[in-house]
């Protein structure tokens, strides 16, 4: 099974960088599912972390296998752009930097991803041929996954 991203359906970043993964995954290596869903939810639960904190990006390795890992933040990033191929592995110097030290750093970006990439309301609708990549994703009428309600419309810069 390919690797599954866990993203916030909702951040503004966190929909480019989905979207940048999609158009650059040739070999079709990742599956997503957004924080919001079950799936993610079920994931994180079995890895003892909380299914509401939204400000992780998480990686899951080996998805569905015995030997599924869970990697979290900066390493989850560098993981998924070494693993999309071409330039990409360079970016794997960067893992020269100790984890504390790049999540810190991964901590103050998601400190103010919705201030600076916006947030949606709900979690935007995947194009169709890219659909089946996206796991669980709880479709309302509309198509998007469910948030806490409380944005309306999708927010810009402030």
């Known amino acids: 099974m390919p690797a599954v991203i866990l993203y916030d359906g909702v951040c503004g970043l966190c929909d480019r960088l989905v979207r940048f993964v999609v158009h650059r995954d040739r070999r079709r290596a990742f599956r997503f599912a957004p924080l919001q869903s079950a799936t993610a939810r079920r994931i994180l639960n079995t890895y003892g972390r909380d299914p509401e904190r939204l400000d992780t990006f998480y990686l899951v390795v080996g998805y569905g296998t015995p030997d599924e890992r869970l990697e979290a933040k900066s390493r989850a990033a560098l993981s998924v752009l070494a693993r999309l191929g071409k330039a990409w592995p360079l970016i794997l110097a960067l893992r020269v930097i100790p984890s504390t030290i790049a999540d810190v750093v991964y901590d ?12 949606y309301a709900t979690c935007p609708l995947p194009p ?7 796991l669980d994703v709880a479709l309302d009428h509309a ?15 402030s």
């Open 128 to 134: 169709p041929e890219e659909r089946a990549r996206f």
């Open 143 to 157: 198509g998007t996954c469910p948030t806490d309600g409380s944005e309306k419309t999708r927010q810009g810069a």
């Open 108 to 119: 103050i970006v998601a400190r103010f991803r919705y201030r600076v990439w916006g947030k």
